[in-house]
């Protein structure tokens, strides 16, 4: 399941809203590089002992600036561009499927 919420950056305190996560039907990539997110259809709903990753040629490459895109990233803080985030729970506005 992901959320949409507050982030905080640890490394410069700056605050911004960002999401993560996927959810049934579909994962998150995002772009090590700028941060770009790509959803990639992709049914999770198979036993955990069938899931496979989508291949590459789904996955691609960020149409923004070409950079590498993984899933399980943090959000990038847009100021400082760290990893070094967290979610404050009593902010999370949106939770989706
Ligand atoms: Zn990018
Ligand atoms: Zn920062």
Redesign the pocket.
């Known amino acids: 399941m992901g959320r949409q919420g507050i982030y905080k950056?640890n490394?410069?305190?700056?605050e911004f809203e960002a999401q993560e996560g996927g959810g049934f039907y579909f994962v998150e990539y995002r772009c090590v590089d700028c941060d770009y997110i790509k959803s990639i259809n992709w049914d999770q709903t198979v036993p955990a002992d069938q899931y496979c990753e989508p291949p590459k040629e789904k996955i691609g490459v960020c149409k923004k600036c070409g950079g590498e895109l993984k899933d399980g990233l943090n959000p990038m803080?847009p100021?400082?561009?760290?990893r070094d985030?967290q979610v404050d729970e009593e902010k999370i506005s949106v939770l989706y499927d």
């Open positions: 950056c490394q410069c305190g700056n803080c100021n400082c561009k760290s985030v």
